[in-house]
């Protein structure tokens, strides 16, 4: 971490020499910089928005936290400036293994295909991913990060939040059209909101240790059921940046926490499963997890992100992946609320959407963690036989759960336009973009999510070539794939992903989802496509 | 497609003996282990979780018809 800051200091700020009823007013309060925060910060400034990001520590956290960050969240980051930082520093990986006992039962593949920018996952360590966000924003005026402010109180008002903020100096008050918590897990917005909060509660224990060693184990995420060197349990061991191994290792339910948590206690186990002792720990945490969510993820002009608006299990890696599905998918909505190019309501498709991405994710991995820690005699008996198939057929290896990774959700959306015409493949609408490559003009080869960006990250027309070209509306990006002055779709693989037919269009949202898409687009169309998808009408 | 009731078996004893025999010399615990796997095996063959919901549905009417029978025994 030696080249890493993580350590940064409070400043008294203006805002806070302002006397009773005369307090600062700003557009956007974001609470907490943790990656969803900071992600949401940078796409509303790089939007043109003024945002106040207020965190009540003055350090990133320690331990690595999150590691597992997907390509969705990458493509994400490469529209915020610092997805190739990410990349560069990440472990690269698609290939998990999957064994019970002694023996591999399954191998997958995330991404078994060419063509796109980014891999099916990297694994860095959350500091890291926080480190680098805050570079980004201390490169945008726009972005004004305040530490050791903690909110303290929050007064709904009609058209305002009124916000009591605790500093070293002592309390200041300030007002926000709108306050996004990304306070996290145990939010206290949230409280101060009266939102409940309830799910499920898992009693299964579960140990992590992160171990620096060096070790010729293969970039690979390895799940074992019932291992040699954890009997009647499961492990998982993932490879981090600087040598640093992630080990999880499930305990038994009355397992005590103090007791097992001990190096003393946690170093033999993990040389067993190694083989060796030469390692040194880096962070060890046991750990039990709940699966909730807010019934409403906006509460008036307050709205919840990421852990503050749902927590699910560990296994699948949806976490913070799925908080940064929620700063994309909210950041061009409140935009455009605040630009007053939009209503007001089409902030309840932030709910609508990641709401339901939020029960998928629970579900997902609720299953997962079932799987693993199953409830019942009977469930176990079922798991046995799955295991045993898995061994000699391909529908029992497939029906083996140890975590289902991340995928980005399909949206059931009132901005989606229903398709009109028949396809074979290709993203419907509310699903995300797909990457392909491409050859600029001038024979610069590049990416599909590339050019999305170079369009400038907004609503896009994106258009498959010698088909009559619409006009596209002002304020609407285009990128065109093959014809005059068109990308170059030289592997065939846009026009693949896209089910493409000369003629044919889709129309992305400004988070790169799918929108609409026409085999014989016209303008009417395009328009009527693009109010929908704006929340118009 | 919807759940098939209907006799499909030519020789629908060959069948139900072919259940039973394989259950034979196992205790309680291994017959358990047995039908679960089993269960899993014809479920894949089936391959349609709408059949798959009817047919747990149609097995469980049965246990239902029998907890009630108990019951009014009881009574």
Redesign the interface.
């Known amino acids: 971490m030696a080249l890493t800051k993580t350590q940064f200091g409070y400043r008294r700020h203006p805002d806070q020499d302002r006397a009773g009823a005369n307090i600062a007013e700003h557009a956007i309060v974001v609470v907490g910089a943790g990656p969803i925060g900071l992600s949401l910060a940078i796409d509303l400034a790089q939007r043109g928005q003024s945002v106040v990001l207020l965190d009540d520590a003055d350090r990133i956290g320690e331990g690595s936290r999150a590691i597992c960050f997907s390509k969705r969240s990458l493509e994400f980051w490469d529209r915020l400036g610092i997805g190739q930082r990410m990349v560069d520093k990440g472990v690269v990986w698609s290939v998990g293994k999957i064994f019970h006992g002694e023996q591999q039962l399954y191998q997958f593949n995330l991404l078994p295909e060419e063509g796109h920018k980014r891999p099916a996952f990297i694994n860095l360590q959350q500091f890291y991913a926080e480190a680098y966000l805050v570079d980004r924003v201390e490169e945008l005026p726009a972005i004004d990060l305040r530490w050791r402010n903690k909110v303290t109180g929050l007064e709904p008002h009609n058209d305002h939040v009124a916000l009591t903020i605790q500093t070293p100096d002592g309390p200041y008050r300030l007002a926000a059209q709108y306050v996004v918590a990304c306070d996290g897990a145990r939010s206290s917005l949230r409280q101060m909101v009266g939102a409940e909060f309830a799910g499920q509660v898992f009693e299964d224990q579960f140990l992590i240790a992160d171990v620096k060693m060096t070790a010729a184990f293969p970039t690979e995420r390895w799940f074992w059921f019932d291992p040699p060197f954890h009997a009647g349990r499961s492990a998982l061991l993932h490879k981090q940046p600087d040598d640093i191994w992630r080990i999880d290792l499930q305990l038994n339910r009355f397992a005590d926490p103090a007791v097992e948590k001990l190096p003393e206690n946690v170093r033999p186990r993990i040389a067993r499963m190694l083989g060796h002792d030469k390692f040194d720990f880096e962070w060890i945490s046991l750990y039990k997890f709940q699966c909730r969510r807010m019934n409403k993820f906006v509460h008036g002009r307050v709205i919840f992100a990421g852990d503050a608006a749902h927590q699910v299990s560990p296994f699948g890696a949806r976490g913070a992946n799925s908080g940064l599905e929620d700063a994309e998918n909210l950041a061009w909505k409140l935009d455009r609320v605040l630009r007053g190019t939009s209503p007001e309501a089409l902030l309840e498709s932030y709910h609508i959407e990641r709401s339901a991405a939020a029960d998928e994710n629970i579900r997902e991995s609720t299953r997962s963690t079932d799987f693993m820690a199953p409830n019942s005699h009977?469930e176990a008996?079922?798991r046995?036989?799955?295991l045993?198939?898995a061994k000699e057929?391909e529908?029992?290896k497939r029906?083996v759960n140890a975590g289902r990774l991340s995928t980005p959700s399909i949206y059931q959306t009132p901005l989606s336009t229903a398709d009109g015409d028949a396809w074979r493949g290709g993203p419907r609408p509310g699903a995300s973009m797909r990457d392909a490559p491409v050859v600029a003009q001038g024979g610069d080869p590049m990416f599909l999510t590339e050019a999305f960006i170079r369009a400038g990250t907004r609503f896009t027309w994106l258009a498959f070539g010698n088909g009559a070209a619409v006009e596209v509306p002002e304020g609407v990006g285009a990128i065109r794939i093959g014809g005059e002055g068109g990308f170059a779709d030289a592997a065939g693989l846009a026009v693949t992903r896209y089910d493409a037919e000369p003629g044919t269009a889709y129309l992305l949202r400004p988070d790169g989802y799918v929108a609409a898409r026409f085999r014989h687009p016209t303008r009417e169309g395009l328009d009527a496509a693009l109010a929908r998808a704006a929340g118009i009408n | 497609m919807a759940l098939s009731t209907a006799s499909n078996f030519a020789k629908p004893d060959d069948a139900f003996r072919a259940i039973v025999e394989a259950h034979q010399g196992l205790s309680d615990e291994q017959s358990?282990?047995l039908d679960?796997?089993l269960?899993?095996?014809l479920a894949?063959h089936i391959g349609d979780i709408a059949v798959l919901h009817e047919a747990i549905a149609l097995a469980k009417r049965r246990m239902l018809d029998a907890s009630q029978q108990q019951q009014q025994q009881q009574q």
């Open positions: 009977q008996r079922l046995k036989a799955v045993s198939l057929t529908f029992g029906m | 358990a282990d679960a796997a269960v899993l095996v894949n």
